[in-house]
């Protein structure tokens, strides 16, 4: 089902480095039926410890057990000694703890993006909160939102079986749910680099980061860094998200195309009266020129017009924005293979 990014709170909608893949079944002597591992009996095995034997949880994995083999249980559910059981299929998850504790523990859905590696960069962060708008007493800084939506993509791109660094990281804030997200001046850039006030400084520094992070996977041949800001321009002006890549660059002008076609796409299904006019153009920034990976560079909306501002504090819609973001990328990445 598709997400809806919707411009009024009646019509909202609800959507590393050091991933850490945990398979939990290896299978003790094991062989394969259908789509499950089979596993025999030993003196004295219960399900419980037949199941924690082979690296399945039985609090976890029980009832699914008794399904598969309920008509090779004995009495109470015993289990025969020399029979073979068919074991339940384990689910793959990755964990990240920048996800914060409601969200780090994120379940592999498939393997679409299997041999893709991420690098993403969300805007200002540290002393410089980037972009400022308002609404009511309430005060909106690009940086904030930058990352929580930073966050989501990378957390969907992982769901699809990537491999994902952050750039900018905060120990604390996690993805949040909250409308409005406090500022704070703590994130710091990959691996533990205070972030300076300078911009030009800011820049080279996290251009260096994706740089050298980037010579590590030397294997992989679909890489790309993603930069996500918020503009800010005259509070009349509503802008969808528009797009830019380096002007020589054919792999990023093709994936800045390939989310901003999701994005009018899933407008249309989901908004079909609105409309979408985010654009797809080259320029000369220095996170586009200076970094060795594929780049593109996000604005997200006007954070000084209020319905831009809509798209930006439901946590609904930021939910949203990853996910179409992701369809383009991934449909990027299946074009080249």
């Known amino acids: 089902m598709h997400k809806k990014i919707p411009e009024s709170p009646s019509i909202l909608i609800r959507i590393t480095i050091h991933t850490i893949f945990i398979l939990f079944w290896f299978g003790n002597s094991f062989a394969q039926n259908s789509d499950h591992p089979e596993v025999k009996a030993r003196r ?18 029980l009832n699914k057990f008794i399904e598969l083999n309920k008509s090779k249980l004995g009495p109470n559910n015993t289990l025969y ?53 308002k609404i009511g007493k309430h005060r909106l800084t690009e940086d904030e939102y930058a990352y929580d939506v930073t966050l989501r993509l990378g957390r969907a791109l992982i769901q699809h079986g990537a491999k994902v660094y952050f750039i900018i990281r905060d120990p604390k804030d996690g993805i949040r749910d909250e409308y409005y997200l406090e500022n704070r001046s703590d994130e710091y850039c990959y691996p533990h680099q205070k972030i300076p006030l300078d911009q030009n400084q800011r820049l080279r520094q996290r251009a260096a980061a994706v740089n050298e992070l980037y010579k590590r996977d030397p294997s992989s041949k679909y890489k790309r860094c993603i930069i996500i800001h918020v503009d800010a321009r005259n509070r009349h002006r509503n802008i969808d998200l528009f797009f830019y890549h380096f ?29 979408y006019n ?17 780049a593109v560079y996000i604005e997200m909306g006007n954070i000084n017009h209020t ?18 973001l992701t369809e383009g990328i991934v449909k990027d990445y299946q074009s080249r293979q």
């Open 247 to 275: 002007e020589k660059s054919k792999s990023g002008e093709q994936l800045a195309e390939a989310m901003r076609h999701s994005m009018k796409v899933n407008y249309k299904e989901n908004q079909p009266n609105r409309g």
């Open 44 to 61: 004295g095995d219960g399900i419980y410890n037949l199941l924690e034997r082979n690296g399945l949880p039985a609090g976890e994995y």
């Open 81 to 133: 000694e020399g029979r073979s059981y068919l074991l339940p299929v384990a689910t793959l998850f990755a964990e990240e703890p920048l996800f914060g504790k409601e969200h780090e523990k994120v379940r592999i859905q498939d393997r679409k993006l299997e041999g893709a590696i991420f690098y993403l960069v969300s805007g200002h962060g540290g002393p410089d909160p980037g972009a400022m708008g």
């Open 307 to 324: 319905r831009d501002q809509q798209r930006l504090i439901y946590p609904d819609n930021r939910q949203a924005l990853a996910d179409w």
């Open 278 to 294: 985010g654009t797809v153009s080259s320029r000369r920034l220095y996170m586009l020129t200076r970094t060795n990976p594929t």
